[in-house]
């Protein structure tokens, strides 16, 4: 029953929408010393979801429940949030924001002694 309705969808949309979820899972092989590219990559998939889904609720019919479509994107919503969620467990575990901003302070050392400027610990 589920996959009759399915199959009615609109195929862009469910593998645009599927293709967001694939993406959201390719954060985790970015490496964990760059929080904010993944963090930011997946808020943003995450909030376009979220358009996607109120563009598909007020443009379907008004019905009892909820549609497949509504239901497809609800589905794909979830997973990016819980791609989210694990992005956020996996940078508090591995306590890479403390790794970042060592890095950012090493190039700003860097960036400093090429213009003949010297700051920071020698």
């Not at 497809?72 to 508090?92: D, P, Q, T």
């Amino acid at each position: 029953m589920v996959f009759v309705y399915i199959l009615r969808l609109p195929k862009k949309l469910c593998l645009f929408l599927g293709l967001f979820v694939v993406v959201s899972w390719v954060s985790f092989l970015i490496p964990p010393e760059i929080v904010p590219g993944r963090m930011a990559m997946l808020v943003t998939l995450f909030l376009c979801l979220i358009n996607i889904f109120n563009i598909v609720t007020t443009g379907s019919p008004n019905t009892e429940g909820m549609t497949a479509i509504a239901a497809w994107v609800l589905v794909c919503i979830f997973f990016v949030f819980g791609a989210l969620l694990g992005e956020y467990a996996r940078s508090k575990s591995l306590g890479s924001i403390q790794l970042e901003s060592s890095f950012y302070f090493d190039n700003f050392q860097v960036m400093h002694s090429c213009c003949g400027k010297r700051s920071g610990p020698a």
